[in-house]
T-cell receptor, first 116, second 113 residues
Framework: DTGVSQDPRHKITKRGQNVTFRCDPI?????LYWYRQTLGQGPEFLTY????????KSRLLSDRFSAERPKGSFSTLEIQRTEQGDSAMYLC??????????????FGPGTRLTVT | AQSVTQLGSHVSVSEGALVLLRCNYS??????LFWYVQYPNQGLQLLLK??????LVKGINGFEAEFKKSETSFHLTKPSAHMSDAAEYFC???????????FGTGTSLTVIP
């Protein structure tokens, strides 16, 4: 049972460029979450998918951010026109079909984004 | 609304000493509480969780936490610190819908040899 994987692990981009991150959840986990973690802070919720449906979005997810999960498997998070304030670690997590609020989320290693 | 507060952003202990990391929660419904550990440049790993039942929860690597409703606390402890325990520790509460976790700001644990 492989864990949650994320690609790339590191991304350096210039301000104004678009970037896309990929997350592969644990197989058969139908719930997928994206979080953002800035230096010295805990992860902050961005968005949540159940299968291919995006069911919840944080107000942190501005219009420049878009997330997709086609076919309910892997997910992508795209940031358009990146800003220096987007520099952070982007974490993906997944949990199984029967998960409720008492069930843990399994986290990937994260993608560290640096906007110069 | 649900939230957690971690008191002490940095904690230093000597190797072999007691580890105590503090977490207080705020929740209008029975909370589901979690402790995660994060090593440098890695994702978060679950240490333990409290859902219902026994208020003293044992986790991995010798850690445990006690849910105290009267004090709205869920402090993490370990009797004897090891060098490998040096990491960032996050307390979290699950949203009642299960759609997200609310994390604290984290406590960085340093273990002094």
């Amino acid at each position: 049972d492989t864990g949650v994987s994320q690609d790339p692990r590191h991304k350096i981009t210039k301000r104004g460029q678009n970037v896309t991150f990929r997350c592969d959840p644990i197989s058969e986990h139908n719930r997928l979450y994206w979080y953002r973690q800035t230096l010295g802070q805990g992860p902050e919720f961005l968005t949540y998918f159940q299968n291919e449906a995006q069911l919840e979005k944080s107000r942190l997810l501005s219009d420049r951010f878009s997330a997709e999960r086609p076919k309910g498997s892997f997910s992508t998070l795209e940031i358009q026109r990146t800003e220096q304030g987007d520099s952070a670690m982007y974490l993906c997590a997944s949990s199984p079909r029967e998960a409720g609020p008492f069930y843990e989320q399994y986290f990937g290693p994260g993608t560290r984004l640096t906007v110069t | 609304a649900q939230s957690v507060t971690q008191l002490g952003s940095h904690v230093s202990v000597s190797e072999g000493a007691l580890v105590l990391l503090r977490c207080n929660y705020s929740s209008s419904v029975p909370p589901y509480l979690f402790w995660y550990v994060q090593y440098p440049n890695q994702g978060l790993q679950l240490l333990l969780k409290y859902t219902t039942g026994a208020t003293l929860v044992k986790g991995i690597n010798g850690f445990e936490a006690e849910f105290k409703k009267s004090e709205t606390s869920f402090h993490l402890t370990k009797p004897s610190a090891h060098m490998s325990d040096a990491a960032e520790y996050f307390c979290a509460v699950s949203a009642y819908t299960g759609n997200q976790f609310y994390f604290g700001t984290g406590t960085s644990l340093t273990v002094i040899p």
